[in-house]
């Protein structure tokens, strides 16, 4: 069973350029969560998908968006970047969405590092 | 607004000395209660969780966590720590019927050997 991955592992952006993370899924997982942890904070939630469709958001900008594909990985975008943007994104699956209870498994994460 | 609070930011201790991290969080409904643990260079892992039954609940590596619903509390224990523990814990409560989690800002357990 394969667990998430993230890519790419370290990234280093300028101000105002646009980025995309990448995810993959654990295998027979169909929803992704996206999160933000800035050092020395816990994660914080942007949004989530269930089966592409985006399922819910915490308290982020449209300039975060997203997307989930037919093999539920998942991308997630960041348009005009700012230097509060740079933090650890991590990446979680699991099985289920639409609101129900499910575990959620974390990908390794990418570093962001905007100048 | 739901929140979750780790009261300990940091904290040091002997192999072989007992642990105890608190976690209270604010939510008045039905909750499902997790710690994850986050060692040097290493993604989050789950260490325990809780969504019903027992209140005690027994996670790997010798953790154990009690949810107290009077309190809104989910302290994490373990009877006797080893250097291996050295690791950023953090406390995450997702409420019955959504789709994200909350987490703390997390507790650095530092073990000397």
């Known amino acids: 069973e394969t667990g998430v991955t993230q890519s790419p592992t370290h990234l280093i952006k300028t101000r105002g350029q646009q980025v995309t993370l990448r995810c993959s899924s654990q295998?027979?997982?169909?929803?992704v969560s996206w999160y933000q942890q800035a050092l020395g904070q816990g994660p914080q939630f942007i949004f989530q998908y269930y089966r592409e469709e985006e399922n819910g958001r915490g308290n982020f900008p449209p300039r975060f968006s997203g997307l989930q594909f037919p093999n539920y990985s998942s991308e997630l975008n960041v348009n005009a970047l700012e230097l509060d943007d740079s933090a650890l994104y991590l990446c979680a699956s699991s099985l289920g969405g639409g609101g129900n209870y499910n575990e959620q498994f974390f990908g390794p994460g990418t570093r962001l590092t905007v100048l | 607004a739901q929140s979750v609070s780790q009261h300990n930011h940091h904290v040091i201790l002997s192999e072989a000395a007992s642990l105890e991290l608190g976690c209270n969080y604010s939510?008045?409904?039905?909750?499902?209660l997790f710690w994850y643990v986050q060692y040097p260079g290493q993604h989050l892992q789950l260490l325990l969780k809780y969504f019903s039954g027992d209140p005690l609940v027994k996670g790997i590596k010798g953790f154990e966590a009690e949810f107290i619903k009077s309190k809104f509390s989910f302290n994490l224990r373990k009877p006797s720590v080893q250097w291996s523990d050295t690791a950023e814990y953090f406390c995450a409560v997702m409420s019955s019927g959504t789709y994200k989690y909350i987490f703390g800002t997390g507790t650095r357990l530092k073990v000397l050997a």
């Open positions: 295998s027979g997982h169909n929803t």
């Open positions: 939510y008045g409904g039905t909750v499902n």
